[in-house]
């Protein structure tokens, strides 16, 4: 099983600043990694495939990359709307399919 | 609209069974892989089993042999019975939709809203 390994857990930020996620896995997923949003309440939403590949309708303010084991999501400028968790996802070798522990990014 | 929606949660006891149902509308169902994830309140994302279009059927070591999923095709419907119920089982469980072609299989790029499944005596 590939472990998936999110940080930091929380992350503290101001709107208007740049938030950068991390996201290890415990072997090479190449670039089959994909990052979700979730906010309270609401089931989890797709922001990048690919490592890099930005979903459809998805702001140009998010940015993945990486490849191999170390993969990172950058917000460049947090709104308002942004304050969330983030979780990553492997795809590359399954079952089973990995999650990581998720990134609670949240107002500083 | 592109739309996923799940029912069938409810509270049941340790032991017992449960049937959850997915709804899907808005793309052609029978051509994409299916899968179902759960998050426990509080807690991060846990895949439960995935179904592929020729209906190959996946699933991780915590729910093999307990869980079986299954879609119907002509009702644009996936399902998920789940026996022997543990307290560990409850969660949300959302339906997923994965998607197709090169690097977006096996993102999945539409969620339903879940459905809450809680095992308790």
């Known amino acids: 099983e590939i472990v998936m390994t999110q940080s930091p857990a929380t992350l503290s930020v101001s709107p208007g600043e740049r938030a950068t996620l991390s996201c290890r896995a415990s072997q090479s997923v190449s670039s089959n990694l994909a990052w979700y949003q979730q906010k309270p309440g609401q089931a989890p939403r797709l922001l990048i495939y690919g490592a890099s590949i930005r979903a459809t309708g998805i702001p140009a303010r998010f940015s993945g990359s990486g490849s191999g084991t170390e993969f990172t999501l950058t917000i460049s400028i947090l709104q308002s709307e942004d304050f969330a968790v983030y979780y990553c996802?492997?795809?590359?070798?399954?079952?089973?399919?990995?999650f990581g522990g998720g990134t609670k990014v949240e107002i500083k | 609209e592109v739309q996923l929606v799940e029912s069938g949660g409810g509270l049941v006891q340790p032991g017992g069974s449960l049937r959850l149902s997915c709804a899907a509308s808005g793309f052609t169902f029978s051509s994409y892989d299916m899968h179902w994830v759960r998050q426990a309140t509080g807690k991060g994302l846990e895949w439960v089993s995935a179904i592929g279009t020729a209906g190959d059927t996946y699933y991780p070591g915590s729910v093999k042999g307990r869980f079986t999923i299954s879609r119907e095709n002509a009702k644009n419907s996936l399902y998920l019975q789940m026996n022997s119920l543990r307290a560990g089982d409850t969660a949300v469980y959302y339906c997923?939709?994965?998607?197709?072609?090169?690097?977006?299989?096996?993102?999945?790029?539409?969620w339903g809203q879940g459905t809450m499944v809680t095992v308790s005596s």
């Open positions: 997923a939709r994965a998607g197709t072609g090169g690097p977006l299989r096996g993102a999945f790029d539409i």
């Open positions: 996802q492997q795809y590359n070798n399954w079952p089973p399919l990995t």
